[in-house]
């Protein structure tokens, strides 16, 4: 019918004013259903998604605020990508970028940009700032999650 309505379980989150499970629900489903190369010019590089909780992981981990793809890149994929042409890499660091930063780290809230995302050239050396609610918050909120979903 065209309409879009709030679940039970989304009431009674809203209702109790604990925003913890909703945000993790939220997370887990942008993982494991949303596809984050939609409408992009690369080809089906499936794992920068598949590989969404190393790079959560490499994020959490770096201990400087700022970030670049390329770092995360490095971090998370070197041994993979040990022997493959510069240029190939740099596409995969490139579909990176779009796809983990853009697509789903400024949307919930784990990194910010300088700048208005939806119109600048996006390089692979931009700085990202990790938001405090990523540094503080994030980590309670998954391990919460975590440990709640290991006793049902």
Known sequence: KGKITITEKGKAVLNGGVFDTLYFDLLNCAIQSWDWGYE???????FIQQSAQ??????????SVTVTAMQI???VFAKETRGIDQELKDELCRCLLVRFF?????PFGILKADK???????????????????????????NGQVSSNKHH
């Open 40 to 46: 992009d010019r690369y080809p089906d590089y499936h």
């Open 54 to 63: 190393q790079l959560i992981e490499r994020l959490l981990t770096t201990s």
């Open 73 to 75: 890149f490095e971090g």
């Open 102 to 106: 853009y697509r789903f780290c400024i």
């Open 116 to 142: 208005d995302y939806f119109f600048l050239d996006k390089k692979m050396n931009d700085l990202f700032e990790k938001t405090e609610f990523f540094m503080s918050q994030f980590p309670k909120i998954i």
